[in-house]
């Protein structure tokens, strides 16, 4: 990978870090004679999918302005007082006031109705920004992820249907369609044709596969000039605060942003920029990341993600740390006897799903969120008897499946209608308002009745555990993954427990120079997270003032 070839945002003399015209120092140098590579650069972002793809390309110089005109006058009216700012440079707070959608965060709400105007109203209208894109404006970083560019769409059943829109999946400038003419796929794909899921097409409202989507991805950073940004198959194991020692760095204008930040003016009181969260590496004892990863086996679908230890090690400074690596680690029940053989999780049963088609004995679902509803849909797919267990009435309007459309998902029309007993199936089961109380040896499950405190067993070969997911963050020290989330005592949760970060900035109240994106923040939906990446890059190119360059190029405009 060519790291050399990225720029730092600083010059510091003898510890330079870029390959700027007054030194000749060059960014990532690798060790001589050792298995070790380490790196310095501006930002360092842990997780590979859509939010770091989209967080990489605004780095790497490409930047967004207004169009002119939207089909809510009063944005139209506000973006166009600023007409030659971009949007990087626009006051998010100001600009989203007013506007609703199905995010909860105002920049993602903003991000996306620029981008999908009116599209919960069913309209697929084109995007009201334009790009362009300035090198000079480009940040150095590095993406670390331990799948390819998509990050957990690698690791998902590649048959399943999304539940957003194609469109709603794509990130500015290469669109899915577009994707899919280069690759010769057809723009309306055939789906496979089951009991509840007949070939049926929407020619302006399409769902990806998840495997298409993750092909997408791969393919938006080769397209984009990002791929030498991005290191994948490697495993983050453990971030440190590190400190510096250098000579203040040469200070001039940052290029996105004309005016000072209050906080870059006293450029001598080194406890003042720490306190106020500034982004100065060059001054004596101001914090950096260290970050530590090593290469990991190239595996699809993993249970437990397993070290290369033949491969080499990397470490990377950095003096911004981003958290994208969303919410890996499957959630537990906490019931006895979890941790036998027979419960599993989502990708232990893609593991062993023809096994289990062969046994021709019924498993049990735990859960009925999207995720719980995706495994039941396979089962049913691959005719595999199931008991579907799940806390909530089958009417729970809580419960996402029992709200969808019947008209564009199908399939899970279907299986509310089975979650509600208004449909009957030979190989499917429902247990609402149930509970597991413990599961026991030869694949016995009690079960426990909510309504009147019942208990009822039932025998499976298997039990696969879709009862949601927790940010896996044990890379962190303990002293500071302790500080990040809202409810310290609480695991980290995109809707009970997210990480304490400002809603416009996305950059952690505990340490100024951590930012966190996507389901970390408590966005779930592709569709969503790019807000959180729009203002943690705004934040950083704001916070970071800028350095001598090598040489300016020209803007260019990319329509």
């Known amino acids: ?52 793809i989209f967080l990489s390309m605004l780095l790497s110089g490409y930047i967004p302005y207004f169009s002119g005109k939207h089909p809510d006058p009063l944005l139209t009216s506000k973006l166009n007082e600023n ?18 959608g199905r995010s909860k965060n105002p920049v993602a709400l903003l991000f996306d109705t620029l981008f999908h105007p009116n599209a919960d109203l069913g309209e697929d209208n084109l995007s009201t920004l334009r790009w362009t894109k300035d090198e000079s404006a480009a940040c150095s970083h590095i993406v670390i992820g331990t799948e390819q560019p998509g990050g957990q769409w690698h690791i998902m059943e590649k ?14 400038m290469y669109t899915f369609k577009e994707w ?15 009991p509840f899921f007949p070939k049926k097409h929407y ?44 000579t203040p760095p040469v200070t001039t204008k940052n290029t996105l942003h004309s005016h000072e930040e209050e906080s870059h003016k006293d450029f001598n009181n080194t406890d003042s920029c720490v306190d106020k969260g500034v982004v100065c590496p060059t001054f004596n004892g101001c914090s950096q990341w260290k970050i530590k990863a090593k290469r990991v086996k190239p595996e699809v679908y993993k249970t437990q993600v397993q070290v290369d230890s033949t491969s080499e090690n990397v470490v990377i400074k950095a003096r911004n740390l981003v958290l994208a690596c969303g919410l890996g680690a499957p959630s537990k029940l906490g019931v006895p006897g979890e941790d036998l053989p027979y419960v599993m999780d ?56 029992v709200n969808l459309t019947p008209g564009m998902y ?28 413990a599961f026991h040896d030869n694949g016995r499950c009690v079960l426990l009745n909510l309504k009147d405190s019942t208990t009822v067993e039932i025998n499976v070969c298997g039990v696969i555990v879709m009862v949601g997911y927790e940010a896996d963050l044990n890379f962190l020290p303990e002293d500071i993954k302790k500080l990040l989330p809202l409810d310290p005592k609480k695991p980290v949760h995109n809707k009970r427990n997210t990480l304490d970060v400002d809603m416009y900035s996305f950059r952690s109240d505990a340490f100024p120079t951590l930012y966190a994106l996507g389901p970390l923040t408590g966005d779930n939906f592709v569709r969503f997270v790019f807000g959180s990446a729009l203002g943690t890059a705004q934040s950083i190119l704001k916070m970071a003032p800028a350095c001598p360059r090598k040489k300016r190029s020209q803007s260019i405009n990319l329509q």
């Open 159 to 172: 048959s399943i249907l999304t539940l957003s829109l194609d469109s709603w999946l794509e990130l500015p």
């Open 410 to 437: 199908q399939e899970y029309h279907y299986l509310a209608r089975l979650m509600k007993g208004k449909q009957k199936s030979s190989i499917y089961t429902p247990f609402s308002q149930h509970q597991v109380k």
């Open 1 to 52: 990978m060519n790291y050399r070839a990225m720029e730092s945002a600083y010059c510091s003399g003898d510890e330079c870090l870029s390959d700027c015209s007054d030194h000749g120092h060059t960014l990532g140098t690798m060790k001589e004679n050792t298995k070790t590579e380490e790196f310095d650069v501006e930002v360092a972002i842990i997780g590979n999918g859509p939010a770091a």
């Open 346 to 401: 989502f990708l232990q049963f893609q593991e062993r799903i023809e096994h289990i088609k062969s046994l021709r004995q019924p498993v049990a679902v735990i859960g009925a969120g999207m995720s719980g509803a995706d495994t039941a849909l396979l089962c049913l797919e691959n005719n595999i008897p199931l008991y579907h267990i799940f806390k909530q009435t089958a009417d729970d309007d809580n419960l996402m499946v």
């Open 203 to 246: 020619a302006d409202k399409i769902r990806a596969a998840a495997g298409d989507a993750a092909e997408y991805y791969i393919a938006y950073v080769e397209k984009m000039g990002l791929k030498s940004n991005f290191m994948n198959g490697m495993l983050v194991h453990h971030v440190e605060k590190s400190k510096v020692k250098s």
């Open 83 to 100: 007409p030659n700012q971009s949007l990087l440079e626009q006051d998010f707070q100001y600009l989203s006031e007013g506007l609703e």
């Open 180 to 194: 899919k003419k280069m690759k010769g796929k057809s723009i309306i794909d055939e789906r496979l044709s089951t």
